[in-house]
């Protein structure tokens, strides 16, 4: 690979507002977690874990008060229910999500189509062929007609044991200046810019 986690460098996460949801958002993620609540039981999907919706809406809100994204590209790698991704819709960017879990992947357009809200929920998978053995090609694949790097903010709830892939997917293609959100349990976040 081109650049190792150096190529990351760490920016302070901005302070959130602490105001009020607007109800229309408080209205969507109350719905979103009774609708993973009721697909839990249904389904078992190892890989999917929710973020705390009202955590990662205040920290993309705050990102944009701070102006610290270069523009309003926003992809989520590994986009479960969608909940990220249609927070960043709800706020005003630009924004895709990438499932590769089609049970998941057609939950979040639902949920999406319930708000009304406008967001690029894709099924398929946002690794290229060649991550795990470092060996990616020099120009990223877009096999969904775009390549999930090509955005100004990356959000991801990575596995611990994914986390290193996700950091080094993203130092290898995303350009100078792109924000990489990553979210771990709990109120844990970060935020980092490639240099
Ligand atoms: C821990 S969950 C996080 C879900 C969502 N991002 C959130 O924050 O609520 C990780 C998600 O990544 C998906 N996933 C795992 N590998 C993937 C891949 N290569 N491409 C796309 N999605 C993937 C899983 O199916 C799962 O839904």
């Not at 969507?28 to 955590?55: K, T, V």
């Not at 970060?190 to 240099?195: C, S």
């Amino acid at each position: 690979m081109n650049h190792g986690p150096s190529a990351l460098e760490n920016v302070p996460l901005p302070e959130l507002s602490g105001g009020a949801l607007p109800a229309e958002v408080a209205e969507f993620l109350a719905d979103a977690q009774r609708r993973i609540g009721d697909f839990r039981p249904r389904r078992r999907i190892a890989e999917f874990q929710s973020c705390d919706g009202a955590l990662i809406y205040g920290t993309l809100d705050a990102i944009r008060q701070a102006g610290l994204a270069q523009g309003p590209r926003f992809c989520e790698w590994g986009s479960g229910f969608g909940v990220a991704t249609c927070c960043a819709a709800l706020l005003g960017m630009q924004a895709h999500g990438i499932e590769i879990e089609e049970e998941l992947h057609r939950e979040a357009r639902g949920l999406a189509a319930a708000h009304g809200i406008e967001a690029g929920l894709h099924l398929g998978s946002f690794k290229p062929d060649g991550l795990y053995e470092e060996r990616l090609p020099d120009r990223e694949p877009a096999p969904l007609g775009f390549a999930p790097t090509d955005c100004d903010l990356v959000y991801a709830y990575p596995w611990p044991a994914e986390e290193r892939w996700v950091e080094a997917l993203f130092a290898h293609y995303a350009a100078p200046g792109t924000l990489l959100l990553t979210y771990h349990g709990g109120v844990t976040q970060k935020l980092r810019r490639r240099v």
